[in-house]
């Protein structure tokens, strides 16, 4: 499959008011792509869609609830309508959820499974004929390195993040013959507000969530633009998996070499960070 080529064609970014999203879509901007650019804070996405369109670059934006499937699909229409040939879906938004299975409602952990797996399964449904449209397409969805392991305390994030990482690894076998590549990401520790903006489980206690919160928060150490470029040099390659950081990249390793003791990583991160939410 030959080198993606980013320019002139046209990106659709979910979570692209702020993090990993609005790096993104920058990164896109400066390398000729045309955005369309999801999330839920209007006020966030109308500040990064100014600044690009400052720059000459086509901007359409959305603001959606990716917890409504009903909203999901009509946005989907509406950009399948308005675009039909796109050259990149980067499915990015995410949802965190602080607390252990018996401390979350099944409502609070069913939040997290809409927003983290339904919607980029739905979105990539609706839009997948715009891609089979645009030769050299590309798609990304983004899962965690709570996609390649699974602490205590994040049930249901790494339910979702696994499920993104099936969902994505199925679908690059399927889509090789239609010439579409597929990328599954894997950040480690990016500083973004995904932990400061978490849910808190109904029966987790807030003091101590708080408490680890804050420690967790000193482990994000990546600009969220350093992972942006390491995802778009990924797609350019058409890579089939991006591991960002070391915090991602050796809880892989061990993973691979060790499939059963590594659960004393596990037992360490749940020590570290009892109750906070996940990353990526």
Known sequence: M?????TGGTAVVTGAAGGIGAALARGLARRGS?????????DGLDAVAAALRAT???????QVDLA?????????????????????????????LGGRFD????????????VNFRAV????????????????????????????IAPAGQVAYSASKFAVRGFTEALRHELA??????TCVHPGGVRTRIARDARVGSGVDRVQFEDGRRRFERLLTIDPATAAEAI?????????RVLIGWSARLPDLLVRVAPAAHRHLLAAIGRAETRTPAQG
């Open 2 to 6: 030959r080198r993606f080529d980013f």
């Open 34 to 42: 045309d955005l369309v650019l999801l999330d839920r804070d209007a």
């Open 56 to 62: 000459g670059r086509t901007v359409h934006t959305y």
């Open 68 to 96: 409504d499937a009903q909203a999901t699909a009509a946005v989907a229409e509406q950009i399948r309508t308005r675009h039909p040939r796109i050259r990149l879906l980067v499915n990015n938004a995410g949802v965190a």
């Open 103 to 114: 401390e979350v409602t099944f409502d609070e952990f069913s939040w997290v499974v809409e």
């Open 121 to 148: 399964a739905q979105l990539t449904h609706a839009l997948l004929p715009a891609l089979k449209a645009e030769p050299g397409a590309h798609l990304v969805a983004v899962s965690s390195l709570f996609g390649l």
């Open 177 to 182: 013959a239609d010439g579409i590549g597929v």
């Open 232 to 240: 778009l040099r990924g797609v350019a390659r058409r890579r089939g």
